[in-house]
C-alpha cells in the first residue's frame, strides 16, 4: 500500500477525507456567510484571520505535515458560490 506521500509524489494531489470534523466545517460556513462575493467569488480569502488560522493548522495536520515542506505556506485561499444554476 502506498504511502501519502508516494500517492502525492505520483499523482500530484492527494485526496484525505475526513480532514476537517464536522463542527469545523460548520464553522467555516458560518464565516464565508459573511463574505459579500462580488461575481463569481474571492481570491482573497487569506486576509482573513479565520482562513490564516485555518491554513496553519492544515499545515500541521498529521498526514499534511509529513507531505509539506516546512518552510511551506498558503498563497492563496480561493471561494467560489456555486448553484444548480451556475456553476
Known sequence: MKTSQQIF????Y??????????????IKQQLIGIDVVGA????LLSETWCKTLA????????????????S???????????LEKN
Open 9 to 12: 509524489n505520483d499523482e500530484g
Open 14 to 27: 492527494l485526496v484525505l477525507e475526513n480532514i476537517l470534523t464536522i463542527d469545523k466545517l460548520n464553522a
Open 41 to 44: 467569488g474571492s481570491r482573497e
Open 56 to 71: 496553519n493548522q492544515l499545515k500541521k495536520h498529521p498526514e499534511l505535515s509529513t507531505i509539506l515542506p516546512n518552510s
Open 73 to 83: 505556506k498558503a498563497i492563496q485561499c480561493t471561494y467560489f458560490q456555486k448553484s
